[in-house]
């Protein structure tokens, strides 16, 4: 097992790791921005190190700054979280030439699942269902004549995709040109990489996604299924586990073709396979995302296996001592992420200083954040400031749990989607939950 960890991250997951690795007896090194000096990673940490100024490029982002302080502080691994590094293959590739433990997959795993157009190839020969559509296109001449093979609509999307960029939906023959050249010039800018492919645009469908995860000895469990259809421009803002629209022998299929996956990579460590389910009960492989979620809290509730600790286990060496039987769901869990945004429902950072806090407590009662009260939320990173969690015996109890936590949630000199998340939890349609990710019409 490792000594001291390098948490190469900030805000909330940098503190979840913080705290796993305590729990672990494990020493932490947290890097932070010149922003985020103040923040609680900083000081909840073993030993701290600035590794540049706001910008995530210069400091998050900054490869040989990190890696500088690992080397500089001997720590023997490096947790990426999720976001900045946690899907880089590069960096996982200079980690082990600097003798340093990468808490992920192989680099070469990461490169082909983050390759959205091999990806799907290398499920489709595994045996997992996969969505219609082609390959790579790369002239408006091959986007045309695939478009006629597949129909509309359908999506143009970014080979080196993610976060809802480099997307573009076409209903017409008209849309097509202009779409696919927004979609590749997106994509080049966001990912340094323009190249597109297309699909069958599905609809009604829901998000639904599988946790597994898998160590170095040919073990493999998935930990059932999340519900992530509530999204707005394509970012989550509800996930729920389980889905109320996954019966038992459905998530044992889901399961099943998960490990598939997971094994047709020969994959170690925490990942998540993307699905999308549509209204006769046909599931597709969107994508595999090779790190920890931020809806990850949701499986650890109705499992009650901590996924972070498993993570620096399997990443360590040790052998998974679970099987896919005793990670059954048990409970209902619900999680609702709480961004700092403008009432008006438009995404953006109005105030930014917490002036008061109240976390709201209880049995089965979650809220992991980085804020605090006086603390001023930099303006240079994600709007995400916290995630509640809440687990129950049903769905209908845990709904009324989260309703009451987010009444009892109080957050006085930032605004936030707090009372959007209430409002949604109270709609007939999440309520029966007969929704898809058509629900919030974005």
Known sequence: MFSKILIAN??????????????MGIETVSVYSEADRDSLHV???????????????????????????AIYSGAQAIHPGYGFLAENAKFAELCEKCNIVFIGPRPEVISLM????????????AGVPIIPGCELVKTEKEAKEEAEKIGYPLLIKAKAGGGGRGIRKVDGEK???????QATSEAKAAFGDGGVYMEKFLSPVRHIEVQV?????????????????????????IEESPSPAVASELREKLCEDSLKAARAVNYTGVGTIEY??????????MEMNTRLQVEHPVTEFVTGIDLVKWQIRT??????DFTNEDARIKGHAIECRINAEKQNNQTGMGNRRVNTLHIPGGAWVRFDTAIYQGYEIPPFYDSMIGKLIVHAKTREEAIRKMHAALCELVIEGVDSNIDKQVEILSDS????????????GC
């Open 10 to 23: 900030r805000g909330e997951i940098a503190v979840r790791i913080i705290r796993a690795c305590k729990e």
């Open 43 to 69: 000081s909840m940490a073993d030993e701290s190190y600035c590794i540049g100024p706001a910008p995530s490029k210069d400091s998050y982002l900054n490869m040989a700054a990190i890696l500088s302080a």
């Open 114 to 125: 983050g390759d959205k157009d091999m990806a799907r190839k290398t499920m489709q020969k």
């Open 175 to 181: 849309e097509l040109v202009n779409a696919f050249y």
């Open 213 to 237: 995860i898998a160590d170095n000895y040919g073990n493999a469990v998935a930990l059932g299924e999340r519900d992530c259809s509530i999204q707005r421009r394509n970012q989550k803002l």
């Open 276 to 285: 999308l389910l549509d209204s006769e009960g046909n599931y597709y492989f």
């Open 315 to 320: 990443a360590s060496g040790v052998e998974i």
């Open 429 to 440: 349609r999440f309520v029966s939950g007969e929704y898809s990710t058509s629900f919030m």
